[in-house]
């Protein structure tokens, strides 16, 4: 199963549908079985255009002012065996992974899921992977540019994590950086 993780779309400006950003976007999300949102969408227009490509599921960002089916403040969904946990803001992501499942989702979780910072992050600590996939139009609270999004593919034994730098937008370098890792069961 490959799953597409999204955060901080905000939709600015002059950038109504997220097909302005290029044909890299929609490539990326032609590619995968399902979407997880971790918050800011700021327009159903955006979770329309995702729906093209693939099931949603999306965790209510701060500056998310409008309701849709797909959205709650906390996802908990299990796909492949591996239980998956989001939320927009992991509040301090530096924190122990045991204080962050207690705190947003109850149980242990296998991947912790975050937005907020608009900063990719992934790695593997205490038992779990940690993700941020950063911003995929406001990556690092630059302006408007291609920014990040992240990947994992999952198996019942082997979950592959991976944080993408989309391209450049003309004159706007993306500031995003590649990260990947593998965990084996």
């Given at each position: 199963m490959r799953v597409a993780i999204v955060s901080?779309?905000?939709?600015?400006?002059p950038l109504n549908t997220l097909d302005n950003l290029g044909p890299e976007v929609s490539a990326f999300f032609?590619?995968?079985?399902?979407?997880l949102h971790a918050g800011d969408v700021t327009s159903p227009l955006v979770l329309e255009w995702l729906e093209q490509f693939a099931p949603i599921v999306v965790a209510t960002g701060n500056n998310d002012n409008f309701d849709h089916p797909s959205m709650k403040p906390v996802q908990r969904i299990d796909l492949e065996g591996w239980r998956i946990g989001m939320v927009h803001s992991l509040v301090r992501e530096d924190r122990p992974?045991?204080?962050?499942?207690?705190?947003?989702?109850?149980?242990?979780?296998?991947?912790?899921?975050?937005?907020?910072?608009?900063?990719?992050?992934?790695?593997?600590?205490?038992?779990?992977?940690?993700?941020?996939?950063g911003s995929l139009v406001l990556?690092?609270?630059?302006?408007?540019?291609?920014?990040?999004?992240?990947?994992?593919?999952?198996?019942?034994?082997?979950?592959?994590?991976?944080?993408?730098?989309?391209?450049?937008?003309?004159?706007?370098?993306?500031?995003?950086?590649?990260l990947h890792l593998s965990v084996h069961r």
């Open positions: 901080d779309t905000h939709l600015p400006g032609k590619s995968v079985d399902i979407v992974i045991a204080d962050m499942e207690r705190a947003h989702f109850g149980v242990k979780v296998d991947v912790l899921i975050g937005g907020h910072t608009h900063l990719e992050r992934l790695e593997c600590r205490d038992g779990a992977v940690l993700l941020n996939p990556p690092h609270h630059k302006d408007a540019r291609l920014g990040t999004v992240a990947v994992l593919e999952l198996t019942r034994e082997t979950l592959h994590a991976e944080v993408i730098p989309l391209g450049h937008t003309p004159g706007r370098p993306n500031p995003g950086q590649s």
